[in-house]
T-cell receptor, first 118, second 113 residues
Framework: GAVVSQHPSWVICKSGTSVKIECRSL??????MFWYRQFPKQSLMLMAT?????????EQGVEKDKFLINHASLTLSTLTVTSAHPEDSSFYIC??????????????FGPGTRLTVT | GENVEQHPSTLSVQEGDSAVIKCTYS??????FPWYKQELGKRPQLIID?????GEKKDQRIAVTLNKTAKHFSLHITETQPEDSAVYFC????????????FGKGTKLSVIP
């Protein structure tokens, strides 16, 4: 149990275009989903926290108009990188929590999406 | 906000030896401390976690200790094997009851056969 998937696993796009990344919890209902960004050889940096049916909470310094997050159901959250630029190239990872209900802190991570903007 | 420091950044050990990675956190209200293992290009995987009401937790070759007074926690891997080679991240919850995590910068562990 506790499987989180992400799609696509990698994507190459041209500068100025938008890219949508999907994160799904396959066998449990995720009360909360998180989006992280990871540059090569660096740690995971939390970008935003989203709860189903609510607006996402963005970390300081993360542009909410550039990184659009939609958490439309308990099993699906999407991250759209709008007007992507080469500096947005990174590894984007989602995680989900809620398997054991309220009070369960464990986060289950998706496999990540490698975005390259040319 | 929460700040998590992790040391060392790299660690090389001989197969069979023990490895210890240490983290400190700044928010005394943090109450959940997981450790993740990440292999190159793959997702982080939870290997062990501890809550603030417990001082030590063990799972086979892996153990975590927590010192709330000093605000530090450590990962101990015994009888290391080559497949333990990876990057390990510690994390701390942002205050009590928060599901959000702040991660340390990671430790690259290399186990030499």
């Amino acid at each position: 149990g506790a499987v989180v998937s992400q799609h696509p696993s990698w994507v190459i796009c041209k500068s100025g275009t938008s890219v949508k990344i999907e994160c799904r919890s396959l066998d449990f209902q995720a009360t909360t989903m998180f989006w992280y960004r990871q540059f090569p050889k660096q740690s995971l940096m939390l970008m935003a926290t989203s709860n189903e049916g609510s607006k996402a909470t963005y970390e300081q310094g993360v542009e909410k108009d550039k990184f659009l997050i939609n958490h439309a159901s308990l099993t699906l959250s999407t991250l759209t990188v709008t007007s992507a630029h080469p500096e947005d190239s990174s590894f984007y990872i989602c995680s989900a929590t809620g398997l054991a209900g309220v009070g369960s802190y464990e986060q289950y991570f998706g496999p990540g999406t490698r975005l390259t903007v040319t | 906000g929460e700040n998590v420091e992790q040391h060392p950044s790299t660690l090389s050990v001989q197969e069979g030896d023990s490895a210890v990675i240490k983290c400190t956190y700044s928010d005394s209200a943090s109450n959940y401390f997981p450790w993740y293992k990440q292999e190159l290009g793959k997702r982080p995987q939870l290997i062990i976690d501890i809550r603030s009401n417990v001082g030590e937790k063990k799972d086979q070759r892996i153990a975590v200790t927590l010192n709330k007074t000093a605000k530090h926690f450590s990962l101990h891997i015994t009888e290391t094997q080559p497949e333990d080679s990876a990057v390990y991240f510690c994390a701390a919850s942002r205050g009590a009851g928060s599901y959000q995590l702040t991660f340390g910068k990671g430790t690259k562990l290399s186990v030499i056969p």
